[in-house]
């Protein structure tokens, strides 16, 4: 859907999906009112690019007046007239920031662009003043100081958590370095708004245009379809196709085009994204690496990637090192034998040639439907996304008992988002929103993404406030002869993301801060990441992988196909991901005082670990949105492979007790899924697992064989 002008008194744009008559006068600003749409969803269609900034501002007076009320609180500091009254503090902050924050990512503009120049200084500059204000920080360390005040378990914690963000937002700094530290930070925020600008600007400005049918050779029809699709909506005539980056273009070309220039072609247009001319992100990198190092020098840290990991399970980056090292030795070598395999299919086919980075997705799909007569090409005719969707929600009721009913009428931001009522199956009982928002278009940055509109906590009189939580992605799209079908990676990417919701939807914490996804950053993926388990698992396949033509359910022969074929491939998988995690955290261990060449640091990164010359990182620097559009996972890609030891671990108990066993789903939706951030994780974990975890199961589960670890520091490299 596209914004929709309205009258020049307004001087706005809608974000919604119907326009609304106003003037100066009649039209409210929605974030200043009470929504009273149903569970406060936001009213998007009322929502006007004029409200957003007016909206900031009015949430950031609001925030600093009650800020205000509990530093002039003349009582001793309590749990209760400080942490919780910060905690439930900011309610019109929360509300236009969850707003433009989640638009800004996944339905953008060029208004929303120029909002966001203003928008973001502006809510940094109160994030610093407010983590730097001394008094409220003086109350903070009371509560802190006094842990025989005798408060509950999740209490004590969020003290704890409180007091260890206000240290590291710079609370013990004296005014010249607080008023230092607000400049880096200022500065990064700009530097972030640049990459992310960039990244998006990039992505869309490459198209690789197919005039010659013979190109197309391999590819599936629908992805023949889509790219004619996307010809037609630029203009350009019959007998035309264009390939974009964006993953359901991008992907099945490499995998399936014949014509190797073709996959040389989007493979290098692919890894040079953001990396020269008018969008070149490498000089931002730069930028954002000696800022960073500013940073963590001033808050007495050795470097960023410590800053990053000392809040998280790792504690340290040689931790998160450590892990990754047990997981790379075994891809690589891997890596090798597949390599092995794909030049064996090369040979035999008199191809000439040894197989380079843009071979791969293509002969590792050559070797798949060799070793196992696996087509993924006819595999997708069983994942039609609305059939997946009904496994995810089948496979939530059954777990958690929870159902799902679609609110047609619902307010939404883009007119192909689906909102969905969840309820508890049995009672009835209002649960949570849950929003999708499956397919990818200009506005919407790439990848797969959850988050939320609203979040929960308990009141004081014991009632629950509920959860507005969505997901993103960025899926193959529907044709005019097929719906969309979805790749095996886009089926895991969706009970992935719809985990994260999960994790958002059943949240029973007491605090804002502590519920739902509000966890340390290595924990967060293990509600997205163990409910992958069950996408392929036969149990639930037949209830929802049907024929989109047929209707016949997927039948025991190609499910024992997937089951064979499902350690597949795992060597490049593994080595990209965790080489990803690699890189991120020797970019965390360095401290720059001026600019670095990012691409030249990639390289030594690269041939101090080895890398196969096979393929390269999952996300190359330019386009490495996890580490540098914002801080969210710096120093903690690894987070994904760290919390892949936990569920793997966690779902071996699922396969021995039975994979929707009542008690063991009972035991992880109480201990993992409802408690948040309330707990330590590990003691989460291990009241669900009975155990601590070890990398032994997610070694099993991707068919890769431990091999003694590789001491990163003995190889040569800067």
């Given at each position: 859907?596209?914004?929709?002008?309205?009258?020049a008194?307004?001087?706005?744009?809608?974000?919604?999906?119907?326009?609304i008559?106003?003037?100066d006068?009649?039209?409210?600003n929605?974030?200043?009112?009470?929504?009273?749409?149903p569970?406060?969803?936001?009213?998007?269609?009322?929502?006007?690019?004029?409200?957003?900034?007016?909206?900031?501002e009015?949430?950031?007076?609001?925030?600093?007046?009650?800020?205000?009320?509990?530093?002039?609180?003349?009582?001793?500091?309590?749990f209760?007239?400080?942490?919780?009254a910060?905690?439930?503090?900011?309610?019109i902050?929360?509300?236009?920031?969850?707003v433009?924050?989640?638009?800004?990512?996944?339905?953008s503009?060029?208004?929303?662009?120029?909002?966001?120049?203003?928008?973001?200084?502006m809510?940094?500059?109160?994030s610093?003043?407010?983590?730097?204000?001394?008094?409220?920080?003086e109350?903070?360390?009371?509560l802190?100081d006094?842990?025989?005040?005798?408060?509950?378990?999740?209490?004590?914690?969020?003290?704890?958590?409180?007091?260890?963000?206000?240290?590291?937002?710079g609370?013990?700094?004296?005014?010249?370095?607080?008023?230092?530290?607000?400049?880096?930070?200022s500065?990064?925020?700009?530097?972030?708004?640049?990459?992310?600008?960039?990244l998006?600007?990039?992505?869309?400005?490459?198209?690789?245009?197919?005039?010659?049918?013979?190109?197309?050779?391999?590819?599936?029809?629908?992805?023949?379809?889509v790219?004619a699709?996307?010809?037609?909506k630029?203009?350009?005539?019959?007998?035309?196709w264009?390939f974009?980056?964006h993953a359901?273009?991008?992907?099945?070309?490499?995998?399936?085009?014949?014509?190797?220039?073709?996959?040389?072609?989007?493979?290098?247009?692919?890894?040079?994204?953001?990396?020269?001319?008018?969008?070149?992100?490498?000089?931002?990198i730069?930028?954002?690496?000696?800022?960073?190092a500013?940073?963590?020098?001033?808050?007495?840290?050795?470097?960023?990637g410590?800053y990053?990991?000392?809040?998280?399970?790792?504690?340290?980056?040689?931790?998160?090192?450590?892990?990754?090292?047990?997981?790379?030795?075994?891809?690589?070598?891997?890596?090798?034998?597949?390599?092995?395999?794909?030049?064996?299919?090369?040979?035999?086919?008199?191809?000439?040639?040894?197989?380079?980075?843009?071979?791969?997705?293509?002969?590792?799909?050559?070797?798949?439907?060799?070793?196992?007569?696996?087509?993924?090409?006819?595999?997708?005719?069983?994942?039609?996304?609305?059939?997946?969707?009904?496994?995810?929600?089948?496979?939530?009721?059954?777990?958690?008992?929870?159902?799902?009913t679609?609110?047609?009428?619902?307010?939404?931001?883009?007119?192909?988002?689906?909102?969905?009522?969840?309820?508890?199956?049995?009672?009835?009982e209002?649960?949570?929103?849950?929003?999708?928002?499956?397919?990818?278009?200009?506005?919407?940055?790439?990848?797969a993404?959850?988050?939320?509109?609203?979040?929960?906590?308990?009141?004081?009189?014991?009632?629950?406030?509920r959860?507005?939580?969505f997901?993103?992605?960025?899926f193959?799209?529907p044709?005019?002869?097929?719906?969309?079908?979805?790749?095996?990676?886009?089926?895991?990417?969706?009970?992935?993301?719809?985990?994260?919701g999960?994790?958002?939807?059943?949240?029973?914490?007491?605090?804002?801060?502590?519920?739902?996804?509000?966890?340390?950053?290595?924990f967060v993926?293990?509600p997205?990441?163990?409910?992958?388990h069950?996408?392929?698992?036969?149990?639930?396949?037949?209830?929802?992988?049907?024929?989109y033509?047929t209707?016949?359910?997927?039948?025991?022969?190609?499910?024992?196909?997937?089951e064979?074929?499902?350690?597949?491939?795992?060597?490049?998988?593994?080595?990209?991901l965790?080489?990803?995690?690699?890189?991120d955290?020797?970019?965390?261990?360095l401290?720059?005082?001026?600019?670095?060449?990012?691409?030249?640091?990639?390289?030594?990164?690269?041939?101090?670990?080895?890398?196969?010359s096979?393929?390269?990182f999952?996300?190359?620097?330019?386009?490495?949105?996890?580490?540098?559009?914002s801080?969210?996972?710096?120093?903690?890609?690894?987070?994904y492979?760290?919390?892949?030891?936990?569920?793997?671990?966690g779902?071996?108990?699922?396969?021995?007790?039975?994979?929707?066993d009542?008690e063991?789903?009972?035991?992880?939706?109480?201990?993992?899924?409802?408690k948040?951030?309330?707990e330590?994780?590990?003691v989460?974990?291990?009241?669900?697992?009975?155990?601590?975890?070890?990398?032994d199961a997610l070694?099993?589960?991707?068919?890769?064989?431990?091999?003694?670890?590789m001491?990163?520091?003995?190889?040569?490299?800067?």
């Amino acid at each position: 859907m596209k914004h929709q002008l309205i009258s020049a008194a307004c001087g706005a744009a809608l974000i919604g999906a119907a326009s609304i008559a106003c003037t100066d006068n009649a039209h409210k600003n929605p974030f200043l009112e009470s929504y009273t749409t149903p569970y406060e969803i936001p009213p998007f269609d009322q929502i006007t690019y004029a409200d957003y900034l007016p909206a900031l501002e009015a949430g950031i007076a609001q925030h600093q007046s009650q800020i205000d009320s509990i530093v002039a609180n003349p009582e001793t500091p309590t749990f209760e007239n400080t942490i919780l009254a910060l905690d439930r503090s900011g309610e019109i902050l929360e509300k236009v920031v969850a707003v433009f924050a989640n638009l800004d990512e996944s339905n953008s503009s060029p208004e929303m662009v120029e909002i966001a120049e203003k928008f973001y200084p502006m809510l940094s500059q109160h994030s610093d003043e407010t983590s730097m204000n001394e008094k409220l920080f003086e109350r903070v360390k009371y509560l802190y100081d006094h842990p025989e005040l005798g408060y509950a378990n999740d209490q004590r914690r969020m003290i704890e958590e409180s007091y260890k963000s206000f240290t590291r937002n710079g609370a013990l700094l004296d005014a010249e370095k607080k008023e230092e530290l607000k400049k880096i930070n200022s500065e990064i925020t700009d530097l972030y708004l640049q990459f992310n600008k960039n990244l998006l600007n990039a992505t869309n400005s490459v198209a690789i245009v197919v005039e010659d049918s013979t190109r197309l050779a391999g590819l599936p029809a629908s992805s023949i379809a889509v790219a004619a699709e996307e010809a037609a909506k630029r203009n350009l005539g019959e007998g035309k196709w264009v390939f974009t980056l964006h993953a359901p273009s991008r992907l099945p070309l490499l995998q399936y085009a014949d014509d190797r220039d073709f996959r040389k072609e989007m493979y290098e247009a692919y890894t040079n994204l953001a990396s020269s001319g008018e969008y070149n992100n490498n000089p931002v990198i730069s930028k954002i690496l000696v800022a960073r190092a500013k940073k963590a020098k001033l808050l007495g840290y050795d470097n960023f990637g410590s800053y990053m990991t000392d809040n998280v399970m790792a504690k340290t980056v040689d931790r998160a090192e450590d892990l990754l090292m047990q997981i790379w030795q075994p891809a690589v070598k891997k890596v090798g034998e597949e390599v092995a395999e794909m030049q064996a299919v090369v040979d035999e086919n008199g191809g000439g040639f040894q197989i380079a980075p843009w071979d791969y997705y293509y002969y590792a799909e050559k070797v798949r439907q060799k070793k196992y007569d696996l087509d993924e090409s006819k595999v997708r005719e069983y994942f039609a996304l609305d059939s997946v969707r009904n496994g995810i929600f089948t496979m939530a009721e059954r777990l958690y008992g929870v159902k799902f009913t679609e609110m047609p009428d619902a307010p939404k931001y883009f007119d192909e988002v689906t909102v969905y009522d969840v309820t508890d199956a049995k009672t009835g009982e209002h649960v949570a929103v849950f929003m999708t928002d499956y397919f990818p278009r200009e506005s919407k940055r790439q990848g797969a993404w959850m988050s939320e509109f609203k979040g929960s906590w308990i009141n004081d009189d014991g009632t629950a406030s509920r959860p507005v939580i969505f997901n993103v992605g960025n899926f193959s799209r529907p044709t005019a002869d097929a719906p969309a079908l979805l790749t095996l990676d886009e089926v895991e990417t969706m009970f992935h993301e719809f985990g994260h919701g999960l994790h958002g939807m059943l949240s029973r914490a007491r605090y804002k801060g502590q519920s739902g996804t509000n966890v340390d950053r290595d924990f967060v993926e293990l509600p997205s990441q163990i409910h992958e388990h069950w996408a392929l698992e036969p149990e639930l396949l037949k209830t929802y992988a049907r024929h989109y033509k047929t209707g016949e359910v997927i039948p025991d022969e190609l499910i024992a196909k997937l089951e064979a074929a499902s350690t597949h491939n795992q060597g490049f998988a593994t080595a990209e991901l965790a080489g990803a995690a690699l890189l991120d955290l020797e970019y965390g261990k360095l401290n720059p005082t001026e600019d670095i060449d990012v691409a030249d640091f990639e390289k030594r990164v690269a041939e101090k670990l080895g890398m196969p010359s096979q393929l390269t990182f999952r996300y190359r620097s330019p386009y490495f949105k996890h580490i540098f559009g914002s801080d969210g996972y710096a120093s903690g890609y690894y987070t994904y492979l760290w919390a892949e030891v936990l569920d793997t671990d966690g779902f071996e108990l699922f396969k021995e007790k039975g994979i929707f066993d009542p008690e063991t789903a009972k035991a992880f939706k109480e201990n993992i899924l409802e408690k948040g951030g309330s707990e330590d994780p590990m003691v989460l974990f291990v009241n669900f697992r009975g155990h601590e975890p070890s990398v032994d199961a997610l070694l099993r589960n991707r068919g890769l064989e431990p091999m003694p670890k590789m001491d990163l520091k003995s190889k040569s490299g800067k």
